[in-house]
């Protein structure tokens, strides 16, 4: 199985801080990589797919790269309602989540 | 609109089986794989398999490989997932999802099913 692996696990920053987190899986799958946000007590929400690409209707400020085995996700400007654990997950060869990167405010 | 509707919530005892239900509205049922995914609590997301609900083909994640089964009912375009031999380790949400990737091209999610293993 392709394990993926989420680092931070979380992390802290203030309201229109740059925030970067990574995902890396243990084998080379390309740019088959999805991210979502989950809320608590909610579905996971896709934001981006096949690594880089926003999904309709997701604000400007979300956006990810990367592809092989090291991907990226961004926020360029943190805002309150972006409070969440982001997942990033892999279809290149069946399914595999990370662990989520949880972010707060400071 | 898309729309996957899951059964209610279930307490089971350890040992037990609990047999969890996915209706699909707003798409064609036959043309999407439905992937089942849980979620205990404070925990990852993990997925647990999928089917390709034209053909009914199936794939199963390792970890529950024997334990788990899902099935579909074309006629009522609703995906099933039967997981037996429950412990506590599976109190968990569980949801299905019509996930982005492998050539499809629709991401939906059920809102979930709360699952309780307690004696």
């Known amino acids: ?106 | 609109q898309v729309q996957l509707v899951q059964s209610g919530a279930e307490v089971k005892k350890p040992g037990a089986s609990v047999k969890v239900s996915c209706k699909a509205s707003g798409y064609t049922f036959s043309n999407y794989p439905m992937h089942w995914v849980r979620q205990a609590p404070g925990q990852r997301l993990e997925w647990m398999g999928w089917i390709n609900a034209g053909n009914g083909d199936t794939k199963y994640s390792q970890k529950f490989q024997g334990r788990v089964t899902i099935t579909r009912d074309t006629s009522a375009s609703t995906a099933y997932m039967e997981l037996r031999s429950l412990t506590s380790e599976d109190t968990a949400v569980y949801y299905c999802a019509t996930l982005y990737g492998q050539g499809y091209y629709m991401d939906v999610w059920g809102k979930g099913t709360t699952v309780t293993v307690s004696s």
């Open chain 1, 1 to 106: 199985d392709i394990q993926m692996t989420q680092s931070p696990s979380s992390l802290s920053a203030s309201v229109g801080d740059r925030v970067t987190f990574t995902c890396q899986a243990s084998q080379d799958i390309s740019k088959s990589l999805n991210w979502y946000q989950q809320k608590p007590g909610k579905a996971p929400k896709l934001l981006i797919y096949d690594a880089s690409i926003s999904e309709t209707g997701v604000p400007s400020r979300f956006s990810g790269g990367g592809s092989g085995t090291y991907f990226t996700f961004t926020i360029s400007s943190l805002q309150p309602e972006d409070i969440a654990t982001y997942y990033c997950q892999q279809y290149d060869n069946l399914v595999t989540f990370g662990g989520g990167t949880k972010v707060e405010i400071k």
